[in-house]
Every structure is written in structure tokens, then in C-alpha cells.
């Protein structure tokens, strides 16, 4: 792989570190609204994963080199890590593997375990390799390329993010032929890396009630990996949590980074 650092993106000037990694066919600025509201009493580094956003490619997938890259971008102090779909896969793997990088755990709507299918994410980027981007002259074209397959619209606006126009031409941001290639262990959990491992820290596991990604069958495995987790599950989100109810996740999450002075976090579960 190319040996580079992860693009980073800073908010705040002082007090507790809080880091923030994203899911697939996210980019660390996708938690810019929660970074500026914790700004005032909270350094925040919102990070790209690799493969991702201005982050460099790697030439395979795995949650163990991931996490050496997020790792190795975290400052010298431990920090609050917060992550979401493949980001909390990295975060969990981080929290494990350097226990001392990391003073407390936020994981959002995943668990530690291999997932079955991925047919949606196999779609949606055979998809997007198919747009032609040499000939793009608008992102509203790829926009009409991708209904067919993509067809809620909110997911197309997601994925058109990554679209960027490079000089005279469009080009993806993320590493869709290795994303597509190695989906297997995206939607995987590397079990070897973590054997006898355990992270003794506060863990927040947040849940969408909508989704499928947390249910009670994965909670002995949580439990074993994060013996202090506590659960919490909010309504009328699915699987995007802090993008479906931003009030009610924020408030969940500053509490439990102690940002006493968001009045948001006065919210009722």
C-alpha cells in the first residue's frame, strides 16, 4: 500500500480529544455539524478512512491496517473514538489493539461480528463504476445513471459525495475497485486479530430501533470484546443514525463525552 497518513480535518482549540471515523462511501466531513458543536469544549479530528475521501488507496482491504492507519493518525493523548458502520469495525479494532490510545468508545450501529449478504453495497458500486465519468458534464448525470440501481434518493445523494470533478473531468473518491473486490471483509470482522483481546473502557453501543445491524444474538460477542458496554437504542432511525435522528444522537453522545454544555443533550430516549 501507499504509505501516507490520513486526511484529517481539526475543530476546536482546546480540552478532550474526540475522533470520528465514517462508514462506507462516507468522508469525515460527514460529522462536520457534531465536530462544530462540540468545538467549544472538545478538539475534534474528523478523519477520512483509507480508501476514502482525500485519504490515500491501499491496494487491498483490512480492518487490521485500517486501524494501524487511524492509530497512527490519533494525537499523543488518548482520545474518545466514535464510529459508525465500517468506521466503528475500525474504532472497535483501534480500542482493542492500543487500548492506551483510547480513553472511551462510541459505536454506532454495528457489531463485532461478519455479516452475511452485502448485495446492496456489491450493487451500488457496480453501479458507480459503470457511470462514465470521462463524460460527465454534470453530477446530475450520474445522478440519472444511478436511479436505476439506487433508486431511494436520499442513498444517491450520499454516494454522489464521493463524485468529484477533477480538472475538465469527474472522478470517484473512493477505491471502488478494491472496495468492490474485498467486500468480504468489509461486511467481515477479523476475528484473529482479537483473540484474548478485551478493551476495559466506557463503550457507548448506539442503535438504530429500524435496523438490522445490532440485534440480541450479537450482543455476547459485544460483551465479551467490551465487558463495561452499555446499549442504547433510538427510535425512528435505521442504520444512518446520527443523519435519521441528529437531536436525539447527539444528545446521546455528548453525554456520554461529558459536553454538558450542549443544551441539546437534554433530550428524551
Known amino acids: ?8 480535518t481539526t475543530y476546536g482549540e482546546s480540552g478532550p480529544w474526540v ?9 469525515g466531513k460527514n460529522w462536520t455539524q457534531i465536530a462544530r458543536a462540540l468545538a467549544p469544549s472538545h478538539r475534534v479530528l474528523l478523519l477520512d478512512m483509507p480508501n476514502h475521501g482525500r485519504s490515500p488507496w491501499t491496494t487491498e482491504f483490512s480492518y487490521a491496517e485500517a486501524a494501524r492507519l487511524v492509530a497512527a493518525a490519533l494525537p499523543p493523548e488518548p482520545v474518545a473514538l466514535v464510529g459508525h458502520s465500517m468506521g466503528g469495525k475500525i474504532a472497535m479494532l483501534v480500542a482493542l489493539l492500543e487500548p492506551g490510545r483510547v480513553e472511551r468508545l462510541c459505536v454506532v450501529d454495528v457489531s463485532p461480528v461478519a455479516y452475511s449478504g452485502g448485495t446492496d453495497f456489491a450493487a451500488y458500486i457496480a453501479a458507480m463504476q459503470e457511470v462514465p465519468t470521462h463524460q460527465l458534464q454534470r453530477r446530475a448525470e450520474a445522478d440519472q445513471l444511478l436511479m436505476p440501481v439506487v433508486s431511494d ?5 450520499f454516494l454522489l459525495q464521493n463524485l468529484h470533478r477533477v480538472g475538465d473531468t469527474w472522478r470517484w473518491q473512493p ?6 473486490r474485498d467486500l468480504g471483509a468489509l461486511t467481515g470482522w477479523p476475528e484473529d486479530d482479537v483473540v484474548g483481546k478485551v478493551f476495559t473502557g466506557p463503550v457507548l453501543w ?14 455476547a460477542a459485544m460483551e465479551a470484546l467490551f465487558p463495561t458496554v452499555r446499549k442504547v437504542r433510538i427510535k425512528g432511525a435505521g442504520h444512518w443514525v446520527h443523519s435519521e435522528q441528529p437531536v436525539v444522537f447527539e444528545g446521546v453522545l455528548f453525554r456520554f463525552l461529558g459536553a454538558d454544555q450542549v443544551s441539546k443533550s437534554q433530550v428524551n430516549l
Not at 500500500?1 to 484529517?8: F, I, N, P
Not at 477505491?175 to 468492490?180: A, D, Q, T
Open 1 to 8: 500500500m501507499t504509505e501516507h497518513a490520513l486526511h484529517a
Open 19 to 27: 475522533v470520528f471515523c465514517h462508514g462506507l462511501f462516507g468522508q
Open 153 to 157: 434518493p436520499v442513498v444517491r445523494s
Open 175 to 180: 477505491n471502488l475497485e478494491v472496495l468492490g
Open 206 to 219: 448506539i442503535a438504530g430501533a429500524d435496523s438490522d445491524y445490532i440485534k440480541p444474538e450479537y450482543f
